[in-house]
């Protein structure tokens, strides 16, 4: 039953873009698809929870599934992550967090399987829940719980659509944030152990410092290999900045989050986060005390907090476009075909609610917001990501080439269908005070005659090609070099 290394390897490359942890849970199901598209996503995810499709033992509701399904043209790829909440079919009843093994095993099964045939040749990934090492919050199971559960969903899924991938719950944070040995990695060599023949796709979370990437998807090879079952990686998740990268920010954190938790996680259906969202608890007090000293808390922190000074806001934006661009092209460089930003945008309309920790670690990198109930909102991200695609449009292959001149420099090369070849740079700096350095004068072989040059901002860049080398003044902002192209060529 062991499928061969590539033989669900994604043809050529997308990028994609996640909806986030729900849809159509909080509300009726949006449109999300046309935006996501419109910024040059090739792919989507999005969220299906078992408590939306079979809410009663035998009743199904496809308005959920049918409003996804909708929004598609047939040019972009589906990834829907697949959760076992329910608030009668699964041990922990729920209809949100955290997903639990279900009661009958062979009810998963026909859950799955309807799922999958309702979306046959249209869905393209199908995830068995997400995170699974995250246990109590993102699953209140054991590894080999989550193992049957696998097995399970692989077995109904390739019977609904054989041509369908199964993707490994995502390996996140608390996985490659660990060290090797940690309990979360124990988690994922139990589940590979006994799970090495129940999926196609193995999906790692890319969040925090770029230049890990590398290293982190060649960890979660190596974790493959060493169980027998190397499969293609795919970037379920990437975003960054994140508090967690700062060690400033990182030990204020820390200490907030112990009161946070200090009665322990504990189950979060729509209704108990409705009705939390009005009391008085250890979160909420944490996150007040924190918002009531922010003017003496590091910058590195505030610029991640609700109504932090104008100037720390936007630099909050420029490190997030660097970073989108630098982790992309290093995931691609790694040989992943597939990769998903976290996030569009926020789960529903509305003003953002400050004092819930998730909106202080991952709020902000919402590349959308709302405007009178529509996705309306473009920050500086969507931008950025619009012009990445655009860059990538036909990319066949990403290559990172090694340069002595200046020492440390990022540079990659992209092979391109039916278009010249584009050269990335950047110069590695500290991310936030980095801009602040002048850049670094740089020669590189180029085979045109012409360039242009654009930054991850958008904004030209001056070059000049001499004696068929190209000249270029470089920053940590990522930079896209291309020969000029003549009308009619």
């Known amino acids: 039953m062991t499928q061969a290394t590539d033989a669900y390897e994604p043809p050529g490359i997308r990028l994609g873009i996640v909806r986030g942890v729900s849809y159509g849970l909080f509300g009726p199901p949006g449109t999300f698809v046309p935006q996501a598209r419109s910024l040059g996503a090739g792919i989507v995810r999005a969220y299906v929870y078992w408590s939306q499709v079979e809410p009663e033992p035998g009743r199904y509701r496809w308005d959920v599934v049918d409003a996804l399904l909708g929004q598609l043209d047939g040019d972009e790829e589906v990834w829907i992550t697949l959760c076992s909440s329910s608030p009668w079919a699964t041990r922990t009843p729920t209809d949100f967090l955290p997903p639990s093994p279900a009661h009958d095993l062979n009810a998963y099964a026909e859950f799955v399987r309807r799922v999958v045939r309702r979306c046959a040749g249209r869905v393209h990934y199908w995830q068995c829940d997400n995170e699974p090492s995250n246990t109590d919050l993102l ?115 820390y200490e907030m989050f112990a009161e946070a938790f200090a009665e322990g996680a504990h189950v979060q259906s729509t209704g108990e986060l409705a009705a939390r969202a009005r009391q008085d608890t250890p979160e909420r007090r944490a996150m007040a005390a924190l918002y009531a000293r922010m003017p003496q808390l590091p910058p590195r922190l505030r610029m991640f907090m609700e109504g932090c000074p104008p100037e720390l806001e936007a630099r909050r934006h420029r490190i997030n476009c660097r970073q989108l661009v630098t982790c992309t092209l290093q995931a691609l460089a790694a040989g992943v075909r597939r990769t998903l930003y976290w996030n569009l945008a926020p789960e529903v309309p509305g003003p953002a609610d400050p004092l819930q920790i998730m909106h202080l670690m991952f709020g902000k990198l ?8 529509e996705l309306a909102v473009r920050h500086p991200a969507a931008d950025t990501f619009a012009l990445l695609a655009a860059q990538l449009a036909g990319a066949r292959r990403v290559t990172r080439v090694q340069c002595a001149d200046p020492p440390g420099l990022y540079a990659f090369e992209v092979e391109r269908a039916g278009r010249g070849p584009l050269l990335v740079l950047w110069d590695p700096r500290d991310m936030v005070d980095g801009e602040d350095e002048p850049p670094v004068p740089v020669s590189w072989p180029w085979p045109a005659s012409t360039a242009t040059a654009v930054d991850a901002f958008g904004e030209p860049l001056a070059v000049e090609v001499r004696d ?22």
């Open 366 to 373: 919402a590349m959308l917001g709302y405007r009178d109930g």
């Open 468 to 489: 068929r080398r190209l000249l270029v003044a470089v920053s940590g902002t990522p930079v896209f070099i291309s020969p000029v192209v003549s009308p009619g060529t």
């Open 139 to 253: 699953w209140a199971g054991t590894a080999d719980e989550y193992v049957a559960q696998l097995r399970v969903m692989y077995a109904a899924v390739k019977e609904a659509d054989p041509a369908a991938a199964v993707v490994l719950g995502g390996c996140g944070y608390d996985v490659l944030g660990s060290e090797a040995g940690s309990e979360p990695w124990r988690f994922f060599a139990q589940v590979l152990s006994g799970g090495r023949d129940a999926f196609d796709l193995f999906d790692v979370h890319l969040y925090g410092d770029t230049a890990a990437v590398p290293a982190h998807i060649e960890a979660v090879r190596e974790l493959m290999r060493a169980h027998g079952c190397l499969r293609p990686v795919v970037v379920g998740e990437y975003g960054a900045p994140v508090p967690f990268e700062f060690p400033d920010a990182q030990a204020v954190m």
